[in-house]
């Protein structure tokens, strides 16, 4: 079952396994959110750790300019440098104030609907909401 969700505490209730898609690969977890949260945490962590020790140790070498060291940073090269994580990027939206709904907020008369002209569902329905209660609904009248 795939679910999407802002809730943490609905994800962490209903997850047992997180895959999470980040920079074209598809990683594994176990576990429900937080715990997907710490581990993603700790090993982006161990990446920039890593990632600084490389940079500190190349540029290191780039000062040095032996042939020994020269030797290392191309085997470091050739082994696969580290990239640096690219920053979480964060989203923020602005809604403005729609100020108060018209009533009614909706509103259809004299509707018909059938598949055919022939397998008429309903004939002549109207219907208005004048309030923002959700637990409302719509009950169309079939005749």
Known sequence: MQVVSHDRDFLNYIVTDIIHLH?????????????FEKVYLDR?????KKYKLQE????????KQT????????????DGMLQRDDK?????????DPGPLSIPVVQIKDVTFGYSTDKILFRNVSYSLNGCDARQILICWFF
């Open 23 to 35: 920079k074209q690969r598809l990683d594994y977890y176990k576990g429900d959110y937080d715990s």
């Open 88 to 96: 979480d990027y964060s989203v923020k939206f602005i809604f403005s």
């Open 44 to 48: 982006k962590k161990q990446r920039d």
């Open 56 to 63: 500190k140790e190349k540029k290191t070498l780039l000062e």
């Open 67 to 78: 042939k020994t060291a020269m030797d290392k940073k191309k085997k470091m090269e050739k």
